[in-house]
């Protein structure tokens, strides 16, 4: 039991370090990260070792012999290194507080704010990333205020051309 405490804790310490340092020393683990993703980075690895010693260390304070509680504790290793990969990825992926610009807008729906005239700019309102962006649009036709629109192109940082959307068949 001394071996898989002694493995649990140095997994611990690999853990700790892992999130006190962050990616310093995944730069050890480059080749091996550039190939298998997250699967070697420090906070698996150390998610990995902790589960396993603590999972062996369980095992066999419940009396079970080795053949039993290596398994457990490798297991036990996966199913945490698995956990602490899906963590590190969804903290990784997740959203970022850049700035929006118009290019966000380009695909997006929006609406007439103040009418679009036949040669001239109006002004549309279109949600991206659940803010609001009011911007200068010009469209291929007059469109009114209130008119649900798609955002076509960009034409600078402040404006847009539109098209109308097409109503809906009932």
């Known amino acids: 039991m001394t071996v898989y405490l002694v493995v649990g804790l140095v997994g611990l310490l690999v853990l700790a370090v892992s ?6 020393l995944d730069g050890l683990l ?6 298998l993703g ?19 260390a369980m095992a066999e304070a419940l009396d079970a012999p080795l053949l039993v509680s290596l398994p457990v504790g490798v297991v036990s290793g996966v199913v945490f290194g698995w956990f602490a990969s899906w963590l590190t990825r969804l903290v ?32 549309v309102d279109v949600l991206v990333g659940g803010h609001t962006m009011r911007l200068n649009a010009r469209a291929e036709e007059p469109l009114d205020p209130g008119t649900p629109v798609h955002v076509t192109s960009v034409l600078s940082p402040t404006a847009v ?8 068949v009932r």
């Open 38 to 56: 997250d699967a070697f980075s420090t906070a698996v690895l150390g998610a990995f070792l902790a589960a396993l010693g603590f999972g062996g």
């Open 92 to 123: 990784r992926d997740g959203g970022s507080d850049a700035t929006l610009t118009t290019d966000d807008t380009r695909g997006r729906d929006g609406r007439v704010v103040t009418g679009i005239p036949a040669d001239g700019f109006g002004v």
């Open 161 to 168: 051309t539109v098209a109308p959307l097409w109503p809906e």
């Open 19 to 24: 999130l006190l340092l962050g990616d310093a």
């Open 30 to 35: 480059d080749g091996a990260v550039d190939a």
